[in-house]
T-cell receptor, first 112, second 116 residues
Framework: KNQVEQSPQSLIILEGKNCTLQ??????????LRWYKQDTGRGPVSLTI?????NTKSNGRYTATLDADTKQSSLHITASQLSDSASYIC???????????FGKGTRLHILP | DAGVTQSPTHLIKTRGQQVTLRCSPK?????VSWYQQALGQGPQFIFQ???????QRGNFPDRFSGHQFPNYSSELNVNALLLGDSALYLC???????????????FGDGTRLSIL
């Protein structure tokens, strides 16, 4: 069964600190993996997209990694800011028709 | 350049009623996907429309139906509303039916549907 599991479910860190969010998937055949940021009351916004051959992708202070062998991805946030408080959702696409499977997200809280 | 727009932003209905939600895709996009997001959960795929046809469908009952118009805008219809249909309904647009590897889906801010 195609599944995307994210951990932790929620995370609280102090402003300025770094953090890493995890995503494990059991999706086949793998097409691509995306990380989205969703602010409260807003729609998700794409941060990164990675294919099978890519193992790292950066977008400002956000760096995503992908290990296609172990079917794991991580999103690292450097020097966190209050505006990073949001849900971060891992999304994996499978098959030629890009069937999309969403994780439940990690809720990140940045404290001043 | 307007992004994905959805209307209404909020809606309150009672059980058994019917509802229609609307979505206008981002300029240049021709594919619209609909998602249901319960509180504290990730979005669940409902269906995708391309060339005015339903191309993919998630595990949702026939009470959920949709339509895409020639201008690529789309409607989501839900009949016989249940309490469990209360959720944020998100619309996402992209270019092409599969979205494309380097073409992220662009999401609207959703319609918050509450069933009393």
């Amino acid at each position: 069964k195609n599944q995307v599991e994210q951990s932790p479910q929620s995370l609280i860190i102090l402003e300025g600190k770094n953090c890493t969010l995890q995503c494990n998937y059991t999706v086949s055949p793998f097409s691509n993996l995306r990380w989205y940021k969703q602010d409260t009351g807003r729609g998700p916004v794409s941060l990164t997209i990675m294919t099978f051959s890519e193992n790292t992708k950066s977008n400002g202070r956000y760096t995503a990694t992908l290990d296609a062998d172990t079917k794991q991805s991580s999103l690292h946030i450097t020097a966190s800011q209050l505006s990073d408080s949001a849900s971060y959702i891992c999304v994996v696409s499978a098959g030629r028709d890009d069937k999309i499977i969403f994780g439940k997200g990690t809720r990140l809280h940045i404290l001043p | 350049d307007a992004g994905v727009t959805q209307s209404p932003t909020h809606l309150i209905k009672t059980r058994g009623q019917q509802v229609t939600l609307r979505c206008s895709p981002k300029s240049g996009h021709d594919t619209v996907s609909w998602y249901q997001q319960a509180l504290g959960q990730g979005p669940q795929f409902i269906f995708q429309y391309y060339e005015e046809e339903e191309r993919q469908r998630g595990n949702f009952p026939d009470r959920f139906s949709g339509h895409q118009f020639p201008n690529y805008s789309s409607e989501l219809n839900v009949n016989a509303l249940l309490l469990g249909d209360s959720a944020l309904y998100l619309c996402a647009s992209s270019r092409g039916p599969a979205g494309g590897v380097y073409q992220p889906q662009h999401f609207g801010d959703g319609t918050r549907l509450s069933i009393l």
